[in-house]
Each structure stands twice: as C-alpha cells, then as structure tokens.
C-alpha cells in the first residue's frame, strides 16, 4: 500500500507557479520523498528526491517540512507540458528498493 | 541514450495465447522492474530484479505470468496462457545501485490488448 496521500487533483495557471502536497505521516526515518510524474501514454519519469532538507533541480523543487510528515513539489512557472499525474513515493534509499506508486494527483496546466 | 527498450508497442491477441514482453534496460544498470497499469488498479510492480536475479516476485498475479533475465541486457515477461483481464500497459524500468539518486528509468510500455 501506498504510504503516502495526496489530493485526486489540481488545476494551475500557465505561468504560475504550481504547489503539489503530499502528506507522509507515517514516514521512516530512513526513507526518502521521491515524485515521479507520468505524462499521458508515457512511462513514469523522475522528477526530484529529499530527506529533510529542500532540494531543488532544473524542474521543480521539493520543500520537506521538519517533522517530515507533508512534503510540497513545486513547479516554478507552470507550462502545458507539465499536465501529467504526479506521484509522490516514499521508500528507503537503494537502486534495488521498489517504488510502491499510488493513485497520484492529476495536475492540469490551463492556458 | 537509448533509454529503456521496450517491444513490441502494441500486442493484440486472443484469449488463451501466449505472449512475451520484452525489455532491454540502460546498459549498465543492475535492477530491472516490470510494472502493469491498468485504470482499476493503478501502476503496480510485478518483479524486479537485481544483478539479473529475482528479488521480489511478490507481485506476479498468478502463475500464468513469468519473468526472467537470462542476462544483464535483455528481460522477458510472460503470460502463458493469456486473458482478457490482463489487458494493460506493462512498463519495464531499470536503475543503477551505483547512483547517487538510484531513479528510476522507465521504457515507453507495451499495450497489451487480450480479446
């Protein structure tokens, strides 16, 4: 089962900036958010991972609160290419551990 | 990159056939997964593998399914005999232990239509 909850979705702006939570109350100490997002008719993608510090990459950045139990992905300046179902993942570190995806949050980006 | 190979696209075929998946994952890697899609159930893992041996097959529906990687490039699934309910889009991906993220990559998929 999926350890993690998120809303069924969400609808942004282009151009805006787009906050996706994610609540993990029941986190490990030794297990990390990942977010993978799946665009329509394509397989999952990578997107960022953290512990308990803010992470950021060239698509998005991962704010962790302290207690580590809600996490938020946010998309700088939101474009239409980034409509997809998000998924947000906790699972320990290692190239072998599975990914336990869940019903993630489909984020539409209007015009 | 190549990325993730996966074949065929698409696979149409008649109840009680046989069908095999392919997967080729990025050179180098040493964990493989196969995961199936379908709108009720979502994105679930079936089997994944590590340095080509089966870690967790725990997700294998029944045992009409199969999955083996006879070597570090190449992966097959299985169904034997098939059914209509195992109609969906089955994903391979693949991820280096020697990672710093340990992301995973995955193929385009394969629709599997069974009628």
């Known amino acids: 089962d999926a350890k993690t909850t998120q809303p069924p979705s969400m609808d942004c702006a282009e151009g805006r900036a787009a906050n996706l939570p994610c609540n993990h109350s029941t986190i490990s100490g030794n297990e990390y958010v990942y977010w993978y997002r799946q665009i329509h008719s394509q397989g999952p993608q990578y997107i960022i991972h953290g512990l308990k510090n803010n992470e950021t990459n060239e698509m998005a950045s991962l704010i962790i609160t302290e207690d580590r139990k809600s996490s938020t992905l946010i998309l700088p300046h939101a474009t239409l290419r980034d409509t997809a179902v998000y998924y947000c993942?906790?699972?320990?570190?290692?190239?072998?551990?599975?990914?336990?995806f869940g019903k993630g949050m489909k984020l539409t980006v209007n015009p | 990159d190549a990325g993730v190979i996966q074949s065929p696209r698409h696979e149409v075929t008649e109840m009680g056939q046989e069908v095999t998946l392919r997967c080729k994952p990025i050179?180098?890697?040493?964990?493989l997964f196969w995961y199936r899609q379908t709108m009720m159930r979502g994105l679930e893992l079936l089997i994944y593998?590590?340095?080509?041996?089966?870690?967790?097959d725990s997700g294998m529906p029944e045992d009409r399914f199969s999955a083996k990687m006879p070597n570090a490039s190449f992966s097959t699934l299985k169904i034997q005999p098939s059914e209509p309910r195992d109609s969906a889009v089955y994903f391979c991906?693949?991820?280096?232990?020697?990672?710093?993220?340990?992301?995973?990559?995955f193929g385009p998929g394969t629709r599997l239509t069974v009628l």
């Open positions: 593998f590590n340095n080509n041996v089966p870690i967790d």
């Open positions: 991906a693949s991820s280096s232990n020697d990672l710093i993220y340990n992301e995973q990559f």
């Open positions: 993942i906790v699972r320990a570190q290692g190239g072998s551990e599975k990914l336990v």
């Open positions: 050179s180098g890697h040493n964990s």
